[in-house]
């Protein structure tokens, strides 16, 4: 039975004494496994093998970014994670080649169409406001790396964008194209 087979991992790994570590999140962590441990009993009535097979399944479909009731507080998930979820706010970071799209896109014959995917599954996710956030350096494995904006914002209509620039930070070409779409409009 699923809560059997639960109970049984919490005890041979000795995961109760594991993150019982008298820090302030012990409690939560031991309460988390109780109610891991609780959640298999549910599956308990069906055959073991369904049982398990539905179990684990179901608890793989739940995650704490599905829980969007609580909106007051920041959500840092993954792109992979963010479909079908919206925000009010959404920020996407690190909007430079290399970055999104990811430098392995690059080998991949499909690959940019897959990040450029990406990419449109996060910016859909605002339900109000989008911020697009491109780093002129970025530490990459403590190498300082001077990037150029991701070619996706290139494919958004300017005139859709405001874009902000940061004192100290050199201008470059996509500044330069929202400087052109002001003038033409």
């Not at 479909?83 to 970071?93: D, N, S």
Request: aromatic letters at 8%.
């Amino acid at each position: 039975k699923p809560s059997e087979l639960v109970q049984m991992l919490l005890f041979r790994c000795n995961l109760f004494e594991h993150y019982d570590d008298g820090s302030t999140g012990a409690k939560n962590r031991i309460d988390n496994l109780t109610e891991l441990r609780d959640l298999a009993r549910d599956y308990d009535h069906l055959p073991p093998a369904k049982a398990l097979e539905r179990f684990l399944t179901d608890i793989a479909l739940t995650s704490d970014a599905d829980d969007t009731s609580r909106r007051e507080r920041v959500t840092l998930i993954t792109l992979h994670m963010a479909k079908g979820l919206e925000w009010p706010v959404v920020f996407l970071t690190g909007m430079e080649d290399k970055m999104l799209p990811h430098e392995r896109a690059f080998a991949d014959e499909n690959g940019l169409d897959e990040e450029r995917r990406l990419c449109y599954v996060g910016m859909t996710r605002a339900q109000r406001r989008l911020y697009l956030t491109v780093a002129n350096v970025r530490t990459i494995f403590a190498k300082a790396l001077a990037l150029s904006a991701s070619q996706f914002l290139y494919d958004v209509a300017p005139q859709s964008l405001r874009l902000e620039e940061i004192d100290g930070h050199r201008s470059h070409t996509l500044a330069g194209r929202f400087r052109e779409a002001e003038q033409t409009a």
